[in-house]
Protein backbone atom coordinates (compact mmCIF):
# COMPACT_ATOMS: atom_id res chain seq x y z
CA UNK A 1 0.00 0.00 0.00
CA UNK A 2 1.77 3.35 -1.03
CA UNK A 3 1.13 6.77 -0.06
CA UNK A 4 0.33 9.43 -2.59
CA UNK A 5 0.33 13.13 -2.42
CA UNK A 6 -3.40 13.12 -3.33
CA UNK A 7 -4.11 10.93 -0.20
CA UNK A 8 -1.57 12.84 2.31
CA UNK A 9 -3.50 14.44 5.16
CA UNK A 10 -2.03 17.42 6.27
CA UNK A 11 -3.30 18.35 9.69
CA UNK A 12 -0.99 21.14 10.32
CA UNK A 13 1.80 23.12 8.61
CA UNK A 14 4.50 26.08 8.78
CA UNK A 15 8.09 26.69 7.93
CA UNK A 16 9.56 24.62 10.91
CA UNK A 17 7.24 21.81 11.32
CA UNK A 18 4.34 19.20 9.16
CA UNK A 19 1.98 16.75 11.05
CA UNK A 20 0.57 13.91 9.18
CA UNK A 21 -2.67 11.44 9.88
CA UNK A 22 -0.81 8.80 8.59
CA UNK A 23 -2.89 6.00 7.16
CA UNK A 24 -2.41 1.76 8.05
CA UNK A 25 0.29 0.19 6.02
CA UNK A 26 2.00 3.35 5.40
CA UNK A 27 5.91 3.41 6.69
CA UNK A 28 7.16 6.30 8.61
CA UNK A 29 10.82 6.09 7.30
CA UNK A 30 12.71 3.67 4.91
CA UNK A 31 13.11 0.37 6.36
CA UNK A 32 14.47 -3.18 4.95
CA UNK A 33 10.85 -3.34 2.85
CA UNK A 34 12.05 -1.10 0.78
CA UNK A 35 8.84 0.39 0.30
CA UNK A 36 8.26 3.90 -0.23
CA UNK A 37 8.30 5.74 3.31
CA UNK A 38 5.74 8.93 4.11
CA UNK A 39 8.76 10.73 4.94
CA UNK A 40 9.12 10.55 1.07
CA UNK A 41 5.82 11.33 0.04
CA UNK A 42 5.74 14.16 2.82
CA UNK A 43 9.41 16.10 0.82
CA UNK A 44 7.61 15.34 -2.28
CA UNK A 45 4.77 17.25 -1.15
CA UNK A 46 6.94 20.18 0.18
CA UNK A 47 9.08 20.46 -3.07
CA UNK A 48 6.12 20.60 -5.25
CA UNK A 49 4.01 23.05 -2.74
CA UNK A 50 6.66 25.50 -2.66
CA UNK A 51 8.31 25.26 -5.49
CA UNK A 52 11.45 23.99 -3.74
CA UNK A 53 14.86 23.19 -6.01
CA UNK A 54 17.39 20.72 -4.52
CA UNK A 55 16.51 18.19 -1.23
CA UNK A 56 14.17 19.31 0.92
CA UNK A 57 15.05 18.57 4.29
CA UNK A 58 12.58 16.64 6.90
CA UNK A 59 13.55 15.43 9.78
CA UNK A 60 11.62 11.94 11.54
CA UNK A 61 10.54 13.32 14.72
CA UNK A 62 9.18 9.80 15.96
CA UNK A 63 7.62 6.66 14.19
CA UNK A 64 4.32 5.12 14.38
CA UNK A 65 4.31 1.16 13.93
CA UNK A 66 3.37 0.35 10.12
CA UNK A 67 -0.32 -1.18 10.93
CA UNK A 68 -1.23 1.92 13.37
CA UNK A 69 -2.79 5.26 11.64
CA UNK A 70 -2.61 8.79 13.34
CA UNK A 71 -0.66 11.76 13.78
CA UNK A 72 3.02 11.62 12.86
CA UNK A 73 5.37 14.77 13.58
CA UNK A 74 8.06 15.88 10.85
CA UNK A 75 10.70 18.89 11.29
CA UNK A 76 10.98 20.95 8.46
CA UNK A 77 14.00 22.84 9.96
CA UNK A 78 17.02 21.48 11.42
CA UNK A 79 16.06 23.93 14.48
CA UNK A 80 12.94 22.48 14.92
CA UNK A 81 14.03 18.65 14.40
CA UNK A 82 16.66 19.21 17.78
CA UNK A 83 14.17 20.81 19.41
CA UNK A 84 11.25 18.23 18.97
CA UNK A 85 13.93 15.97 19.96
CA UNK A 86 14.66 17.40 23.26
CA UNK A 87 11.36 17.83 24.04
CA UNK A 88 10.26 14.39 23.05
CA UNK A 89 13.07 13.03 25.66
CA UNK A 90 11.82 15.22 28.29
CA UNK A 91 8.21 13.77 27.42
CA UNK A 92 6.86 17.56 26.39
CA UNK A 93 4.85 16.35 23.84
CA UNK A 94 1.82 15.04 24.95
CA UNK A 95 0.40 12.20 22.70
CA UNK A 96 -2.85 10.63 23.01
CA UNK A 97 -4.29 7.38 21.00
CA UNK A 98 -6.84 5.23 20.67
CA UNK A 99 -8.09 1.59 20.26
CA UNK A 100 -10.39 -0.56 19.97
CA UNK A 101 -10.11 -3.89 21.83
CA UNK A 102 -11.41 -6.76 23.31
CA UNK A 103 -14.10 -5.89 25.90
CA UNK A 104 -12.43 -4.30 29.19
CA UNK A 105 -13.78 -6.37 32.14
CA UNK A 106 -13.10 -5.03 35.98
CA UNK A 107 -11.75 -1.43 35.79
CA UNK A 108 -12.87 0.89 33.24
CA UNK A 109 -9.77 2.57 33.77
CA UNK A 110 -6.00 2.44 34.85
CA UNK A 111 -3.07 2.28 34.92
CA UNK A 112 -0.50 -1.00 33.34
CA UNK A 113 3.02 -1.01 34.22
CA UNK A 114 5.34 -3.53 32.71
CA UNK A 115 8.97 -4.26 32.24
CA UNK A 116 9.98 -4.91 28.51
CA UNK A 117 12.24 -6.68 26.17
CA UNK A 118 12.22 -6.54 22.54
CA UNK A 119 13.52 -9.85 20.52
CA UNK A 120 15.20 -7.84 17.03
CA UNK A 121 15.00 -11.38 15.64
CA UNK A 122 10.56 -11.26 15.22
CA UNK A 123 10.17 -7.46 16.04
CA UNK A 124 8.49 -8.52 19.02
CA UNK A 125 8.55 -7.06 22.85
CA UNK A 126 7.21 -9.28 25.31
CA UNK A 127 5.83 -8.05 28.53
CA UNK A 128 6.92 -8.89 32.30
CA UNK A 129 5.76 -7.77 35.83
CA UNK A 130 9.45 -7.59 37.60
CA UNK A 131 12.40 -5.97 35.88
CA UNK A 132 14.72 -8.76 34.01
CA UNK A 133 18.09 -8.18 32.18
CA UNK A 134 17.10 -6.14 29.21
CA UNK A 135 13.82 -5.20 29.87
CA UNK A 136 12.82 -1.33 30.17
CA UNK A 137 9.86 0.09 32.28
CA UNK A 138 6.47 0.90 30.69
CA UNK A 139 3.86 2.89 32.36
CA UNK A 140 0.32 3.39 30.38
CA UNK A 141 -2.60 5.23 31.61
CA UNK A 142 -6.64 4.12 29.85
CA UNK A 143 -9.99 5.05 30.42
CA UNK A 144 -12.83 3.75 28.27
CA UNK A 145 -14.41 5.74 26.51
CA UNK A 146 -17.06 4.07 24.75
CA UNK A 147 -18.89 0.40 24.54
CA UNK A 148 -19.50 -1.63 21.26
CA UNK A 149 -21.49 -4.65 21.07
CA UNK A 150 -18.34 -6.57 20.98
CA UNK A 151 -15.23 -3.99 21.61
CA UNK A 152 -14.15 -1.07 23.97
CA UNK A 153 -13.08 1.94 23.13
CA UNK A 154 -9.39 3.08 24.81
CA UNK A 155 -8.09 6.50 25.39
CA UNK A 156 -4.37 5.98 26.29
CA UNK A 157 -1.89 8.36 27.41
CA UNK A 158 1.48 7.14 27.38
CA UNK A 159 3.99 8.02 30.26
CA UNK A 160 6.82 5.93 28.35
CA UNK A 161 7.46 5.14 24.86
CA UNK A 162 8.88 1.39 24.31
CA UNK A 163 8.90 -0.55 21.46
CA UNK A 164 5.20 -1.96 20.31
CA UNK A 165 4.14 -0.39 24.09
CA UNK A 166 0.59 0.08 23.71
CA UNK A 167 -0.22 -3.38 21.69
CA UNK A 168 2.24 -5.61 24.13
CA UNK A 169 0.75 -3.90 27.21
CA UNK A 170 -3.10 -4.25 26.07
CA UNK A 171 -2.55 -7.60 25.11
CA UNK A 172 -1.15 -8.63 28.34
CA UNK A 173 -3.80 -7.13 30.33
CA UNK A 174 -6.39 -9.31 28.36
CA UNK A 175 -7.26 -6.86 25.84
CA UNK A 176 -5.65 -7.12 22.44
CA UNK A 177 -5.91 -4.78 20.14
CA UNK A 178 -8.43 -5.73 16.84
CA UNK A 179 -6.59 -7.03 14.55
CA UNK A 180 -3.40 -7.30 16.00
CA UNK A 181 -2.30 -11.07 15.38
CA UNK A 182 1.07 -10.31 16.55
CA UNK A 183 -0.11 -9.83 20.24
CA UNK A 184 -2.90 -12.12 20.37
CA UNK A 185 -5.94 -11.12 18.76
CA UNK A 186 -7.48 -13.59 16.91
CA UNK A 187 -8.13 -12.60 13.52
CA UNK A 188 -6.31 -9.96 11.18
CA UNK A 189 -8.18 -7.23 9.70
CA UNK A 190 -9.09 -7.24 6.24
CA UNK A 191 -6.44 -4.40 4.90
CA UNK A 192 -3.72 -5.45 7.74
CA UNK A 193 -4.24 -2.35 9.98
CA UNK A 194 -4.80 -2.60 14.04
CA UNK A 195 -7.25 -0.53 15.86
CA UNK A 196 -4.88 1.60 16.84
CA UNK A 197 -4.94 5.33 16.26
CA UNK A 198 -2.73 7.93 17.34
CA UNK A 199 -5.35 10.24 17.89
CA UNK A 200 -3.77 13.71 19.47
CA UNK A 201 -0.74 15.77 20.21
CA UNK A 202 -0.53 18.74 22.27
CA UNK A 203 2.98 21.12 22.56
CA UNK A 204 4.11 24.06 22.48
CA UNK A 205 6.06 24.74 19.16
CA UNK A 206 9.38 24.83 19.24
CA UNK A 207 10.23 27.96 17.80
CA UNK A 208 6.87 30.46 17.71
CA UNK A 209 6.06 29.11 21.45
CA UNK A 210 2.32 28.90 20.65
CA UNK A 211 0.35 25.95 22.16
CA UNK A 212 -0.20 23.80 19.30
CA UNK A 213 -3.01 20.84 19.84
CA UNK A 214 -3.76 18.34 16.69
CA UNK A 215 -6.10 16.17 16.24
CA UNK A 216 -6.19 13.50 13.73
CA UNK A 217 -9.80 11.79 12.54
CA UNK A 218 -9.78 7.70 12.66
CA UNK A 219 -9.73 6.16 9.33
CA UNK A 220 -13.29 5.61 8.11
CA UNK A 221 -14.31 1.48 8.84
CA UNK A 222 -17.65 0.44 10.19
CA UNK A 223 -15.68 0.25 13.98
CA UNK A 224 -13.98 3.82 13.79
CA UNK A 225 -17.25 5.07 12.78
CA UNK A 226 -19.13 3.73 15.37
CA UNK A 227 -16.58 5.09 17.81
CA UNK A 228 -17.19 8.97 16.61
Known amino acids: MHSTKETLQVLYEDNHIIIINKRSGDITQGDKTGDKPLSEVVKEYIKEKYNKLGNVFLGTVHRLDRPTSGIVIY ?63 AILHYKTLKELNSFSLLEIDL ?70
Open 75 to 137: ARTSKALTRLNEMLRKKNIKKTYWAVVKPISGNKKGTLRHFLKKNNKNNKSTAFIKPITGSKE
Open 159 to 228: ETGRHHQIRVQLSTNGNPIKGDLKYGFKRSNKDGSIHLHARKVAFIHPVSKKEIEIIAPPPSDVIWDACL
